[in-house]
């Protein structure tokens, strides 16, 4: 074979005609240079600024567990400065007890091995599994199944090796926590699992349904190239109560006393385990990289096809080259022939071969990569236990690897174990070794640390050896410049001895013949044929004997080898929301309610207080319309605030962030089921009152509303492109999910109810006395320069549902009941106000009133309106309607 039949070999062509799944459709590379080419306040606060901070980034967390198909009733996301961070966090919470055991798979990250670090010194029993045990000894039991130690047991292992990328079975997490499996078989207690997801989620998606570990440590840069140092302790909730923090930074205390022991953490998990000041502009950055990643892909599924075919076709050509005698040109070192992706990751571990068989030191080709703009990983890969089984590696090889060896040099001037020319005396080796077993044990490790010798460490030596001049002087009755001078030549000796040994991150890579690490390609979501090429090339170039040769046979079987293509799901379209009709035809309600008379069995002629006016809301923010009877549905007034504004990051926009939202004019057309927004220089926006039922991939977002989680839908780009071209930034109208309820604050004396996107309750209401109130003391306030503030445009201020006439100025306050026509009411609570009450909602500017005046007449108190909630929620008619001139019947306590 010549070098043509290779390149023939090599080329896409070829790949392609063994996998399809390649790009995610269009020109795939074209797309990688135009996405690539390119690469806000404290939230412990709460200013407008830091609760938005806040608000998105409690986004962030919704959006990660969304991605794991998960939700925070589940699991809790704590962001830390890492994966690594995350697995000591877990090490440090764990409430170990002497009876616990540490149990860990043989081939894990020296991040999760190291917790051995923290539970040795306690007690706690340090166990190493072997892969094959762990279902090789599921039939062992020593005791019960079930027993009455309580003791808490960890088990730890990857769910993809960062060193071969083999996928371990995802069920081994329900397998260890049922006690099915080794070793939690054999041992009696409670078996929680720590999955280390931070190889496997780049590249493949991870369904938190299917296994739920009780711990999955995760990192961004390995999804997204960045932020780097930030990753995620997902925690399950069921096992939050068990970790036990003893450290308490900013931000994680709910209060403390500086001179007493009194400590209360806050109550929240990610707010108790969060130290510090989170690294919120990085967390804000996960989010642009799902986006990026779900715009660009398509989805964790097509990730993980793409990826595993070029390390597959990767595989095929190198395990097939050979040189021109015959010998293979790599070892790889790997479980499977990479014929299916649920068993297999996309990187390749190996070692390189010359024409005799000799392995190339991994340090040779990593700098010959890096004129190619090959950039490899090399070494162990901070995970000794793979490193050892696939090498070979004895425990006893390891640490003759490490050792430090004092061999004697000869020098020019010195012969071997005489002393230097300026002294008299025979040169003694004995303080030599009496000095190095003590810097053995000297904090610093000067001389047994492996790292580059450099002046900062000669200058500490001098210094112990200031210290003990007069032992060693005695010893080798030596003067005291004469000692200093013999030992400057030692120092230099020691340093060449310890450079002779081998540590992780080095470039020694081969010792007596035997390779101490390997070479590892990893391919991303973004990594292209051409990249393939591009390694191969170098390969044949730079190793391999001409001319070229490939193991036809092998090749053929594994081109020819059925694959198995990981199953690729689909978004389900969010469940509908169906509102029946009166005559239970089940075609919706609809009427008109611009001509719809009050009933007259509900008109009151002598009732003292009555509902004046009735307004909704269908966007959160934005106008509102007046209405004079509407139907009553079960979150509220029917498509009040169902739809809301948010911000690129999903984060909800109101006035107090964008005042323009009031000039956004809805309104409804029953004809046509929609719902249409109009403002000035914009052409109107029509969208679906239900929904767009024709489009059953719709986007799903999470969201925030007053602290609440809610789950809506995306309302489409054209949506999107009108309110963005308005407000002049990004934004997105969603809309609440049919099927998604929202309850109330947990409060025993409040109902049982569903909400919209409102602030606190289903309805708000004001009084048309207290109203006049206000714009009374207004007027005092400012004498004849008081602002052109009428009674209309001052109720629009309050944003009310509901304005009852013919009560006394704030007479509501004290309502505990009400009874609006024949609907009860529960008053919940009183609205407390914001500046947003200052906003003119006909021009979208700021004004100081009514919040000053407010402030005065209330003495301080700020709040206006009380919210309602419908009573009897679960016997709710659907043809229930308000009308204006209702009779309002308070009941006070």
């Not at 010195?414 to 077993?437: C, L, N, R, Y």
Request: glycine share 8%; aromatic share 10%; proline share 6%.
């Amino acid at each position: 074979m010549n070098l043509d039949d290779f390149d023939r070999c090599s080329r896409f062509e070829s790949f392609k005609e063994s996998w399809d799944h390649y790009g995610y459709g269009g020109d795939f590379e074209g797309m990688v240079l135009a996405e690539f080419s390119r690469i806000k306040g404290n939230p412990h606060s709460h200013n407008p600024s830091s609760r938005l901070t806040h608000d998105t980034v409690e986004h962030v967390r919704y959006r990660i567990l969304q991605h794991f198909n998960s939700s925070p009733e589940d699991y809790t996301v704590v962001f830390t400065a890492g994966c690594t961070a995350a697995i000591k966090l877990v090490a440090e919470s764990f409430p170990w007890t002497p009876a616990s055991s540490f149990c860990y798979l043989t081939d894990n990250h020296t991040s999760v091995v190291g917790i051995r670090g923290l539970t040795s010194p306690i007690g706690v029993a340090s166990i190493p599994i072997s892969p094959e045990e762990v279902e090789g000894r599921a039939g062992e039991r020593t005791c019960p199944k079930v027993g009455n130690s309580q003791a808490p047991h960890l088990f730890c292992y990857p769910a993809q090796s960062n060193y071969s990328g083999k996928k371990y079975p995802l069920w081994h997490v329900k397998g260890i926590r049922s006690r099915e499996l080794y070793p939690s078989c054999t041992r009696e207690g409670q078996w929680f699992v720590l999955l280390d997801a931070s190889n496997l989620v780049g590249c493949s998606p991870l369904d938190l349904q299917e296994c739920p570990a009780d711990f999955l440590p995760v990192s961004f840069y390995k999804m997204f190239g960045f932020p780097t140092g930030l990753g995620a302790l997902i925690i399950r909730n069921e096992c939050l109560d068990m970790l036990k923090k003893t450290y308490f930074g900013g931000g994680t205390a709910a209060a403390y006393l500086a001179g007493e022991d009194y400590y209360v953490p806050r109550f929240n998990i990610d707010g108790r385990f969060e130290d510090g000041t989170i690294s919120f502009l990085d967390i804000i950055a996960v989010n642009h990289g799902f986006e990026a990643l779900h715009r660009l892909t398509g989805g964790m599924e097509r990730i993980q096809l793409h990826t595993f075919g070029l390390a597959r076709h990767t595989y095929m050509m190198l395990s097939c080259l050979q040189h021109n005698n015959g010998q293979p040109v790599a070892r790889l070192y790997c479980d499977t022939e990479y014929q299916d992706p649920s068993t297999q990751g996309p990187l390749l571990n190996f070692n390189l071969l010359d024409a005799h068989g000799d392995i190339v030191g991994y340090s040779k080709v990593q700098k010959l990569a890096s004129l190619f703009n090959i950039q490899l990983r090399t070494g162990c890969f901070c995970n000794t236990g793979a490193c050892q089984h696939y090498l070979g590696m004895s425990d006893q090889q390891v640490k003759a690897n490490l050792q430090v060896r004092l061999v004697e040099e000869s020098s020019k001037n010195t012969a071997p174990g005489k002393v230097p020319e300026h002294s008299s005396d025979q040169f003694s080796w004995v303080p030599v070794f009496i000095f190095m077993h003590y810097c053995r044990h000297y904090p610093l490790h000067l001389i047994t640390c492996p790292c580059a010798f450099n002046m900062i460490n000669i200058f500490s030596c001098v210094m112990i050896v200031t210290h003990f001049t007069w032992l060693f002087s005695v010893i080798m009755r030596l003067d005291h410049c004469s000692f200093v001078c013999s030992y400057v030549t030692i120092l230099l000796h020691c340093t060449l001895c310890v450079q002779a040994g081998h540590v992780c991150g080095d470039d020694v890579d081969m010792i007596d013949g035997w390779p101490t690490g390997s070479v590892r390609v990893s391919f991303g979501y973004m990594s292209t044929f051409g990249d393939i090429q591009q390694l191969l090339r170098f390969v044949v170039d730079c190793f391999v004997q001409k001319p070229v040769r490939l193991d036809y046979i092998r090749l053929n079987r594994l081109h020819s080898a059925s694959t198995c293509s990981a199953f690729v799901r689909h978004p389900q379209s969010p469940t509908r929301l169906q509102i029946p009709s009166p005559s239970g035809t089940g075609e919706g309600l609809e009427f008109s309610h611009m001509a719809v008379a009050c009933s007259p069995t509900l008109r009151t002629s002598n009732c003292e207080r009555t509902l004046s006016q009735i307004f909704i809301y269908p966007v959160k923010s934005c106008a509102a319309i007046e209405v004079t009877q509407w139907a009553v549905g079960p979150l509220g007034l029917l498509y009040d605030r169902l739809w809301m504004v948010v911000n690129i990051n999903g984060v909800c926009l109101s006035q107090k962030q964008e005042p323009r939202l009031c000039l956004i004019q809805p309104s409804i057309h029953w004809a046509c089921k929609e719902l249409c927004l109009h403002a000035t220089g914009m052409k109107p926006l029509s969208i679906p009152l239900e929904g767009n039922k024709q489009n059953p991939g719709v986007k799903v977002f999470q969201s925030k509303v007053c602290g609440d989680r809610v789950q809506s839908v995306d309302c489409g780009d054209e949506a999107a492109d009108w309110i963005s071209e308005f407000l002049g930034k990004p934004c997105r109208l969603i809309q609440q999910s049919p099927g998604f309820i929202r309850g109330m604050k947990r409060d025993h004396a409040k109902p049982v109810a569903g909400l919209s996107l409102v602030n606190e309750a289903q309805y708000l209401m004001i009084n048309m006395a207290s109203v006049k109130f206000l714009k009374e003391h207004i007027n005092e306030r400012q004498g004849p320069e008081a602002e052109n503030l009428d009674i209309q445009q001052l109720i629009a201020r309050f944003r009310a549902n509901l304005v009852v006439m013919g009560a006394e100025p704030f007479e509501e306050d004290n309502w505990k009941h009400v009874v609006i026509g024949d609907l009860v009411f529960q008053v919940t609570d009183l609205c407390a106000r914001c500046h947003m009450i200052g906003i003119d909602q006909q021009t979208a500017t700021h004004m100081p009133e009514p919040l000053n005046s407010l402030s005065a007449c209330r003495k301080g108190k700020v709040t206006f309106g009380v919210y309602l909630v419908r009573q009897h929620q679960l016997d709710l008619d659907h043809t229930s309607t308000l009308s204006v001139g209702c009779p309002v019947v308070p009941q006070s306590p």
